[in-house]
């Protein structure tokens, strides 16, 4: 069992602020830090075999459509769907709003925290996609017990639900849950920079509340 997880030097910084900021550990900052990004997940998924047809057509099926209203985001008329880089993207307005994955026996939709880009890069906000200095392991360095306790399993059985798919217990440990930390350390410390309040940012967190749009 790998028992040593090493962050990045930049993700250690921030984590360092935010540990000062809200008078947290660092070890309780990164569990909140895996439930943040874990909020991040996809919105919804569908059996792929149904839609890939539609995909290549690049249209949508009405149950697909239907999957977005009980989700709360209705698609107008105007709503297209194209493909880039390998992906399916849901355009509103000109602009990214969702992406679409296809993976061996479904799709997943996830939605786009951040718009098209002036020089076209796109910020993706899947876990697989993310990778916010992970070939640098010269930050904080934590044992296993310090950042799950006696609470592993639970942080295993969510991650790998929200994954969707089964993992070993050092691809768990050294790979997924770094990820989360990380993701949920970079989106913590955006929203608390437009917050500023540590009580008001807190509850917020606590509430379930929406702190503030990633734009």
Do not use: P
Not at 16 to 38: F, M, P, Q, T, Y
Not at 87 to 115: C, Q
Not at 118 to 130: A, M, P, S, V
């Amino acid at each position: 069992m790998t028992n040593k997880l090493l962050l990045s030097e930049e993700v250690s910084e921030k984590l360092r602020e935010l540990s000062k900021k809200l008078g947290l550990r660092r070890n309780i900052v990164c569990r909140i830090a895996v439930g943040r990004s874990l909020k991040e997940g996809y919105l919804f998924s569908l059996n792929y075999s149904d839609h890939e047809k539609h995909l290549e057509e690049e249209t949508l099926s009405s149950k697909l459509k239907v999957e977005f209203e009980k989700k709360g985001h209705g698609l107008n008329k105007q709503a297209k769907i194209s493909n880039n880089d390998g992906a399916w993207w849901i355009k509103r307005g000109g602009k990214e709003k969702y992406r679409i994955e296809k993976t061996d026996d479904e799709l997943k939709v996830y939605k786009v925290g951040k718009m098209l880009k002036d020089d076209g890069d796109i910020q993706k906000t899947t876990l697989d996609d993310f990778d916010f200095g992970f070939d640098d392991s010269n930050g904080y360095e934590f044992n296993r017990y310090t950042l799950t306790g006696e609470y592993d399993d639970y942080f295993k059985a969510m991650i790998v639900q929200a994954e969707g798919k089964s993992m070993s217990d050092e691809e768990f440990f050294t790979k997924y849950l770094r990820k989360h930390i990380e993701r949920g350390i970079e989106l913590m410390y955006k929203e608390y920079q437009r917050v500023g309040s540590k009580y008001t940012y807190l509850s917020k967190l606590a509430d379930g509340e929406k702190v503030v749009e990633m734009k």
